[in-house]
């Protein structure tokens, strides 16, 4: 990112400037207990971690965490990079209907489940989120 910052400065400002628009969004949205927008944030912050990848020409979102991201589509929830990217842990949001533990059985080759409950169930209506690690 760095080399990045110094090759384009502006594009790669604006892709930084953008990850921090929806971790303020995404803090919000945590705070207020509205799943909705969690859930919206964190598909965004996704899709922003992979803009700076393309910017930055660094492997950001590896196809680990693309492969999460399918299975969290699938059952109506979000995944993205957590830190820096390159692979190392990805959030996986679910919405509270969903049963983390039948998701969590079918994660893609090379994850793995670290449990992290940011709310009980049902406590402020908000989703039930556990971060997952891709790295083995």
């Given at each position: 990112v760095e080399a990045a910052l110094e090759g384009d400065p502006q594009i790669t400002r604006d892709a930084l400037v953008g990850i921090a628009e929806v971790a303020r969004d995404a803090i919000d949205a945590l705070a207020s207990g509205d799943a909705a927008r969690v859930l919206?944030?964190?598909?965004?912050?996704?899709?922003?971690?992979?803009?700076?990848?393309?910017?930055?020409?660094?492997?950001?979102?590896?196809?680990?965490?693309?492969?999460?991201?399918?299975?969290?589509?699938?059952?109506?929830?979000?995944?993205?990079?957590?830190?820096?990217?390159?692979?190392?842990?990805?959030?996986?949001?679910?919405?509270?209907?969903?049963?983390?533990?039948?998701?969590?059985?079918?994660?893609?080759?090379?994850?793995?489940?670290v449990p992290l409950d940011l709310f009980a169930p049902g406590a402020s209506g908000g989703p039930r989120t556990t971060g997952t690690q891709d790295a083995p």
């Open positions: 919206d944030a964190f598909g965004r912050g996704e899709e922003a971690m992979k803009r700076l990848g393309e910017v930055a020409g660094a492997p950001i979102v590896v196809p680990a965490h693309d492969a999460l991201s399918a299975l969290a589509a699938r059952h109506g929830g979000q995944a993205k990079p957590s830190g820096a990217g390159g692979g190392d842990i990805s959030w996986l949001v679910l919405p509270g209907d969903v049963e983390p533990q039948h998701v969590l059985g079918h994660l893609p080759q090379g994850c793995r489940h």
